[in-house]
């Protein structure tokens, strides 16, 4: 017999919230189904083989103290604050069923008297006129003896800083990958300003217990889950451990090229990057420089760095050191060439 969980975190940390869904698929039993509500304070979430230096604004991200979290699931990259709440279907098979758990998530917003509908496979859109507007986009995962279905639910987001994150700069990059497809989006509070976090979660909450008819079961009670909490989820610590890793969040980055260029008064420079899982994995730099000694050595020395700001500067720093005659030109090309590092 199926037993039925409902898991709420209370946490806002995204690299938790992604280490839940992680356990809940490939770790749960199969005859448990479950339903987990989720927020993600201020985070861009990109899909498993999206590259981050392509999709997003690291450098913003970085300065604002926006968090970056890769998820194991296809599909684009995506801005998530507190206003954007998140939900997750995970049933064994062959009672999985994608539209069952869309349709619960329809059902519950006829809470709010919004008339919801499925557009596609992924999206839910509600109706402005002619206009059909996304509020939820979905991914989906599914193994030999079970499914999952998780999606969002925009609230009241801030979509204004969704340009802020999700526009890199204009760079040289070359870069394998998908790419995110931005979609015209609203806020639910547009339709029904009385819409919570809360009161979504309990409407969802309800919907699904009443589609298994478990509305009643004195038995089921609401499982509150954080990274302080004990869990009765296996493996849960490692699992949080790894999302939280630089090498997953960046390094899992596919294979992409940076090319860039600048004229200086003692020269131009070309330098070009191969990147390799968020590791340089060849660097060649090119210049009519009257001394290119430092700026070959430097193509040695970046060769299995970090793709990253701090490293790289970290690594001119002590060219510098040991380039005493060249240190202008070093100087100069080191605020270039980090501003181009995003």
């Not at 490293?311 to 501003?339: A, H, K, M, R, Y």
Request: aromatic share 10%; proline share 4%.
């Amino acid at each position: 017999m199926n037993k039925t969980r409902v898991l709420v975190s209370t946490s806002t940390n995204p690299w938790f919230n992604l280490a839940v869904e992680e356990v809940i698929y490939l770790k749960m039993n199969p005859f448990h189904r479950v339903l987990f509500i989720w927020r993600n304070a201020d985070t861009v979430v990109i899909g498993r083989a999206q590259n981050p230096w392509r999709e997003c604004n690291t450098e913003r991200i970085q300065q604002d103290g926006i968090t970056l979290a890769r998820r194991k699931t296809g599909g684009g990259a995506v801005f998530h604050d507190l206003g954007n709440t998140n939900f997750t279907f995970m049933a064994g098979k062959p009672e999985y069923n994608k539209s069952v758990s869309t349709q619960i998530v329809i059902d519950a917003l006829k809470t709010f008297n919004i008339d919801a509908e499925a557009n596609g496979r992924n999206d839910l859109v509600i109706k402005d006129g002619d206009i059909l507007k996304k509020f939820s986009g979905s991914a989906y995962r599914e193994a030999k003896d079970r499914g999952f279905h998780h999606g969002t639910l925009l609230i009241n987001a801030d979509l204004s800083r969704l340009e802020n994150y999700l526009t890199p700069n204009p760079k040289k990059l070359a870069a394998k990958g998908i790419t995110s497809i931005k979609s015209r989006v609203t806020n639910l509070n547009l339709v029904n300003p009385r819409i919570t976090h809360q009161g979504v979660s309990d409407a969802l909450i309800l919907a699904y217990l009443e589609y298994y008819n478990e509305d009643k079961n004195p038995n089921i009670e609401i499982e509150y889950i954080s990274p302080k909490s004990l869990s009765t989820l296996p493996n849960l610590e490692q699992t949080f451990s790894e999302y939280s890793q630089w090498n997953w969040n960046f390094g899992k980055t596919p294979q992409f090229t940076h090319a860039m260029d600048e004229r200086f008064s003692w020269g131009g420079i070309e330098v070009y990057l191969n990147i390799t899982n968020g590791i340089i994995e060849e660097a060649n730099l090119y210049t009519d420089s009257l001394d290119p000694t430092p700026f070959e050595s430097l193509s040695e020395l970046l060769v299995g760095v970090h793709y990253d700001k701090d490293s790289i500067n970290t690594l001119i720093d002590n060219l510098l050191t040991e380039n005493q005659d060249s240190q202008d030109q070093i100087n100069e090309f080191q605020i270039w060439f980090i501003g181009e590092i995003e």
